[in-house]
Every structure is written in structure tokens, then in C-alpha cells.
């Protein structure tokens, strides 16, 4: 039997304002390989010490690594994503730049707070190494006024929640915007979690903002 019409309604629709967008990529097989060797020697070369991280530790490179020969195939893959995430949001600016790369290992019981990456566009990640339990990023949602108000709710959905987890494995390539916070929650493996993250900026703009932060 059909639902009765309400008569106080003749028509209804919900309506989506202001979306934020993750953008998640799963690279090939070849691809990946070759940039995870690369990666591989990069993390020995640059680790001044090759005993593994101690428990709750972290270890970051250099923020310069989009600067090296070795890592333009990264570099490559980041510009294609880039490229295809300004024409699907139709910006007017076709040029821009990595402003910075950089290699992140976190040892078991190792987080990374929550945090931004400022004066850049797009900021992403390419996950290299992801054990169990450590295979996710949360997006806390930028709204800051939406925790004047938090009533509780019976069931959380995409709607009513303020933090987002996106899950992904290796060869994951995520892109985001770089004024959405993010956090890592603590690597509960025993296996270190390796990652490679970027900041992109367009090119008119380098010049005359101050430099990126992150």
C-alpha cells in the first residue's frame, strides 16, 4: 500500500553546499614498484641512523625531495593527479609547483596530531608501506562552528559526523585540500608505516604569498 501524501508538502530535496573533497587514487602495479624501490633506498640513505625507530617514534626527511632526480616519477604521478583535479574543479590557473616532498616513518605507538598544511592548494599522500591497524587518515571537518553546537545523535553518518577516515593501502595516492586538518591515529603495528607526502601551489601565487608551512 502506497505511503499517503502529506498534504503540507508539494515537493522536497536536500541540498549539498560547500563540499570537501578527498580525491583517491590506486596506482598500478609497475608503477608502484618503481616508486617504493626509490622510496626504499631513499628512507636508507637519509636515515642517519638504520637501527629501527623506537617505539612511539617518527623520523621525517628533508622537505626538498621533489628537488631530486630520483623522485620524478613520484613527481610525475603527483603533477597528472594535479592537472586532473584543476580542470575537474575548472580553476582558471593551469601552472603550478610541488613546494615541498617529504618522507614520514612512524614506529608502532607512533601518531602525527592533527595538523594543515598552510599557503599551499592541494596537499596529498602516497602510501608506501601501511601494516594493519595503521591504514587510515582522518579529516576533521573544517567548519569550525560546528562545534559550537554538537547535540548527540543516535547513529553518525556522513552527515552528522566531524571527522572523517578514509582507509588506504599501498599504492594509495590520496590529494586533498591543504586547509582541511588532518591526523594519523598511532601505528599499532610492530611493522614501521611509510609514507611520502607533497603540498602543491599554483604559480601565480608563489611569489607572493609567504612561504608554505607545514
Known sequence: MAKERDPWIEASEVIPMFPTLVWKIQLGDRVRNGLDATIAS??????????????????????????????????????????????????????FEITGCWITVLAKGAAHRIHSHP???????????TPAGADTINFHDPRKQTAVIRPPVTKLTAENTDQVVVRVTA????????????????????????????????????EKLAKPLW
Not at 63 to 73: G, K, Q, S, Y
Not at 75 to 91: E, H, M
Not at 180 to 206: C, G, I, K, Q
Open 119 to 129: 599557503n599551499n592548494f592541494l596537499s596529498g599522500v602516497y602510501y608506501v608501506r
Open 42 to 95: 631513499a628512507v636508507q640513505s637519509l636515515r642517519r641512523d638504520p637501527a629501527p625507530l623506537a617505539r612511539g617514534a617518527g623520523w621525517q626527511s628533508v622537505t626538498t625531495l621533489h628537488e631530486r632526480e630520483e623522485f620524478e616519477d613520484l613527481c610525475a604521478c603527483v603533477n597528472r593527479a594535479t592537472k586532473g583535479i584543476l580542470d575537474f574543479l575548472q580553476v582558471g590557473c593551469d601552472a
Open 171 to 206: 599504492g594509495s595516492l590520496l590529494m586533498f585540500p591543504s586547509f582541511v586538518e588532518h591526523s594519523v591515529d598511532a601505528n599499532p603495528s610492530e611493522e614501521e608505516r611509510v609514507s611520502v607526502s607533497f603540498n602543491v601551489m599554483l604559480s601565480s601565487f608563489t
